[in-house]
């Protein structure tokens, strides 16, 4: 167990063999700034001071050459080497609430949502609270590394679904679409993401998806169903896809209430396809125009389309604030 000492006030956690500095962090009421928690967005960088770490991953987009010559690691990937101190900007908003924890789980069921989107069901050991809009790594034995992936369904049940898109040659999605069997035994490390659910908060709510970043939209739906949120202010759930076989049943989103509306775009729409075309946040401006401002905003899906939702919205005036994404890269 290494001891991690923050300096300049001396407050330290403790680090168990395997974890990194972060998700150590995390699980002892610090707030580190994060979003990916996968080496992609560099957000939980940090300056070494004493003592030696070495990455979890080696090839971490966010980190570089000049960030090494300055001592300043990611703490996602970085797994210390004996005691050591470093420095970073704590955060209060990022403070754990559960916090997260790693446990195993069952797969209990596959259910295919489109031609490659399918929603895994795992029974979990454990606490099972999260926010709607959070998700956990995943991880199986043989394959090296946690994959993030966002929750589907609301705590409550002792079961966590996750809504995956199959990625080519990606070794955990093809075990877990080719070879895992109902009853295989997983680990799972979560909660964790900031772009969950603001219940207090009394805007109309617009929620935009694409590929599996729909597991997280369609938490955060139920999750405003639930709080009683759809009783007073309307939702609009925005689903980008290139075809329609690649749509999944809007029966998914069925008795969230009359305030919800469903749209799916197509980016490239067969023939007789009547319904919006083009990129997900044209038909969104082109829906909502001057209005967009006026809606709490959550989206989740590829980098592209995150990068675009976001010059959209700062295009018509929205606040930074008002939108809620984890940045996956």
């Given at each position: 167990?290494?001891?991690?000492?923050?300096?300049?006030?001396?407050?330290?956690?403790?680090?168990?063999?395997?974890?990194?500095?972060?998700?150590?962090?995390?699980?002892?009421?610090?707030?580190?700034?994060?979003?990916?928690?996968?080496?992609?967005?560099?957000?939980?960088?940090?300056?070494?001071?004493?003592?030696?770490?070495?990455?979890?991953?080696?090839?971490?987009?966010?980190?570089?050459?000049?960030?090494?010559?300055?001592?300043?690691?990611?703490?996602?990937?970085?797994?210390?080497?004996?005691?050591?101190?470093?420095?970073?900007?704590?955060?209060?908003?990022?403070?754990?609430?559960?916090?997260?924890?790693?446990?195993?789980?069952?797969?209990?069921?596959?259910?295919?949502?489109?031609?490659?989107?399918?929603?895994?069901?795992?029974?979990?050991?454990?606490?099972?609270?999260?926010?709607?809009?959070?998700?956990?790594?995943?991880?199986?034995?043989?394959?090296?590394?946690?994959?993030?992936?966002?929750?589907?369904?609301?705590?409550?049940?002792?079961?966590?679904?996750?809504?995956?898109?199959?990625?080519?040659?990606?070794?955990?999605?093809?075990?877990?679409?080719?070879?895992?069997?109902?009853?295989?035994?997983?680990?799972l490390d979560g909660p964790y993401g900031t772009a969950?659910?603001?219940?207090?908060?009394?805007?109309?709510?617009?929620?935009?998806?694409?590929?599996?970043?729909?597991?997280?939209?369609?938490?955060?739906?139920?999750?405003?169903?639930?709080?009683?949120?759809?009783?007073?202010?309307?939702?609009?759930?925005?689903?980008?896809?290139?075809t329609q076989a690649d749509l999944f049943d809007p029966?998914?989103?069925?008795?969230?209430?009359?305030?919800?509306?469903?749209?799916?775009?197509?980016?490239?729409?067969?023939?007789?396809?009547?319904?919006?075309?083009?990129?997900?946040?044209?038909?969104?401006?082109?829906?909502?125009?001057?209005?967009?401002?006026?809606?709490?905003?959550?989206?989740?899906?590829?980098?592209?389309?995150?990068?675009?939702?976001?010059?959209?919205?700062?295009?018509?005036?929205?606040?930074?604030?008002?939108?809620?994404?984890?940045?996956?890269?």
């Open positions: 167990m290494a001891k991690i000492t923050i300096a300049p006030d001396g407050q330290s956690f403790d680090c168990a063999p395997g974890d990194t500095i972060l998700r150590a962090a995390l699980r002892a009421g610090f707030g580190m700034n994060y979003s990916c928690n996968v080496g992609s967005c560099g957000n939980c960088r940090f300056e070494l001071l004493e003592g030696a770490v070495t990455h979890q991953r080696a090839d971490s987009p966010a980190w570089s050459e000049r960030d090494l010559k300055r001592n300043r690691w990611l703490g996602c990937q970085a797994e210390p080497v004996g005691d050591c101190t470093i420095k970073f900007r704590a955060d209060p908003s990022f403070v754990a609430n559960p916090r997260p924890m790693g446990r195993s789980a069952t797969l209990l069921a596959k259910t295919q949502l489109t031609r490659d989107i399918t929603e895994f069901t795992l029974e979990i050991q454990g606490d099972d609270r999260f926010h709607p809009g959070q998700y956990a790594l995943i991880g199986a034995n043989g394959i090296s590394g946690g994959r993030a992936y966002s929750m589907a369904n609301l705590p409550g049940t002792g079961q966590w679904h996750f809504q995956i898109k199959r990625v080519p040659g990606g070794a955990l999605t093809g075990w877990l679409f080719d070879s895992a069997e109902i009853g295989a035994t997983l680990s969950f659910l603001q219940t207090e908060i009394t805007r109309d709510i617009v929620l935009m998806a694409g590929g599996s970043g729909l597991s997280p939209m369609v938490s955060i739906a139920r999750g405003a169903a639930k709080a009683g949120m759809l009783d007073t202010r309307k939702l609009h759930f925005y689903y980008g896809a290139r029966k998914l989103l069925a008795d969230l209430g009359p305030n919800v509306t469903f749209t799916a775009a197509l980016s490239e729409p067969e023939p007789g396809w009547d319904g919006p075309r083009g990129f997900l946040h044209d038909v969104v401006a082109a829906d909502l125009g001057d209005r967009l401002p006026a809606h709490e905003i959550y989206f989740a899906g590829p980098a592209a389309m995150s990068a675009a939702i976001q010059k959209m919205a700062h295009e018509l005036g929205t606040p930074m604030g008002q939108l809620h994404f984890d940045e996956f890269y």
